[in-house]
């Protein structure tokens, strides 16, 4: 038995305001709220286009009026659908020019990261990295340990967001397992680590040069997953999609 699961990696630079006024009907008075508060205009169309464009998406899986749908939300925070969600589960992530939306028929978690230059990076290692992450990354020149280190982020948030625990489990306690080869524009998946619950599996992929994503996803017994199904395109190209249903 296959998992299904698709993903949609959405460009967020320089969307038609034709599409912007679209996605902010879709967005509840909450939402909307919300949106109107954020002062920073980069985090504000982020926040716009990954709310519209999962509220559409979504509507689409399970023909219902996008601005009908109403979230629930776990003890950490997670997001999921209400009654009559159709089994579905869903995740978010944005950074930099890009919203990650990871949909599928069982627990997922999803994260993209923007990789950039970290000040702080021996600190951030020592809180994020196990002991034999930080000697592997450590040794690494500046750019490949930069790289480094959101690859091993990455996939740790997308497992921690997939089990829905976020960033109250230290990413320290767990360990991933990464080969020195270069990512590529699809998935790829991770072999086991430690700390990582039996059942699971993380993919990863380097969506362009700048930016790194992963995507964790709870297998049950005697399922495999294929290669997740990923679509990078634009605003205007998502709303135009006619095929947003599962395969």
Same mark, same amino acid.
């Given at each position: 038995m296959a998992a299904?699961?698709?993903?949609?990696?959405?460009?967020?630079?320089?969307?038609?305001?034709?599409? +912007?006024?679209q996605l902010l009907a879709y967005l509840s008075p909450a939402e909307r709220h919300r949106s109107d508060s954020i002062r920073h205009a980069l985090t504000q169309r982020n926040f716009l286009v990954g709310r519209g464009c999962l509220r559409y998406?979504?509507?689409?899986? +399970?023909?219902?009026?996008?601005?009908? +749908?109403?979230?629930?939300?776990?003890?950490?925070?997670k997001p999921g659908l209400g009654q009559g969600n159709g089994g579905l589960e869903f995740n978010l992530s944005h950074s930099g020019d890009y919203v990650a939306i990871a949909i599928a028929d069982r627990r997922v978690g999803i994260d993209l990261e923007q990789v950039r230059t970290l000040n702080a990076l021996p600190a951030l290692c020592e809180r994020c990295l196990s002991p034999g992450e930080q000697i592997n990354l450590l040794t690494l020149s500046q750019p490949q340990a930069h790289l480094q280190f959101f690859r091993y982020w990455t996939a740790k948030e997308a497992y921690l967001k997939g089990v829905g625990v976020g960033l109250s489990q230290?990413?320290?306690?767990?360990?991933?397992?990464?080969?020195?080869?270069?990512?590529?524009?699809?998935?790829?998946? +991770?072999?086991?680590?430690l700390g990582i619950l039996p059942g699971w599996q993380?993919?990863?992929?380097?969506?362009?040069?700048?930016h790194v994503a992963a995507l964790a996803c709870a297998l049950a017994p005697k399922t495999t997953l294929a290669v997740p199904q990923v679509r990078r395109l634009t605003v205007a190209a998502v709303l135009a999609a006619a095929d947003a249903g599962p395969a």
């Amino acid at each position: 038995m296959a998992a299904t699961v698709q993903v949609w990696v959405i460009l967020t630079r320089d969307p038609e305001f034709s599409c +912007l006024d679209q996605l902010l009907a879709y967005l509840s008075p909450a939402e909307r709220h919300r949106s109107d508060s954020i002062r920073h205009a980069l985090t504000q169309r982020n926040f716009l286009v990954g709310r519209g464009c999962l509220r559409y998406l979504l509507g689409r899986y +399970l023909g219902q009026p996008p601005a009908s +749908l109403s979230f629930t939300y776990g003890p950490q925070g997670k997001p999921g659908l209400g009654q009559g969600n159709g089994g579905l589960e869903f995740n978010l992530s944005h950074s930099g020019d890009y919203v990650a939306i990871a949909i599928a028929d069982r627990r997922v978690g999803i994260d993209l990261e923007q990789v950039r230059t970290l000040n702080a990076l021996p600190a951030l290692c020592e809180r994020c990295l196990s002991p034999g992450e930080q000697i592997n990354l450590l040794t690494l020149s500046q750019p490949q340990a930069h790289l480094q280190f959101f690859r091993y982020w990455t996939a740790k948030e997308a497992y921690l967001k997939g089990v829905g625990v976020g960033l109250s489990q230290p990413m320290g306690n767990l360990e991933v397992m990464l080969d020195q080869q270069p990512l590529f524009q699809y998935p790829k998946p +991770l072999t086991q680590g430690l700390g990582i619950l039996p059942g699971w599996q993380i993919w990863q992929w380097q969506v362009d040069s700048d930016h790194v994503a992963a995507l964790a996803c709870a297998l049950a017994p005697k399922t495999t997953l294929a290669v997740p199904q990923v679509r990078r395109l634009t605003v205007a190209a998502v709303l135009a999609a006619a095929d947003a249903g599962p395969a």
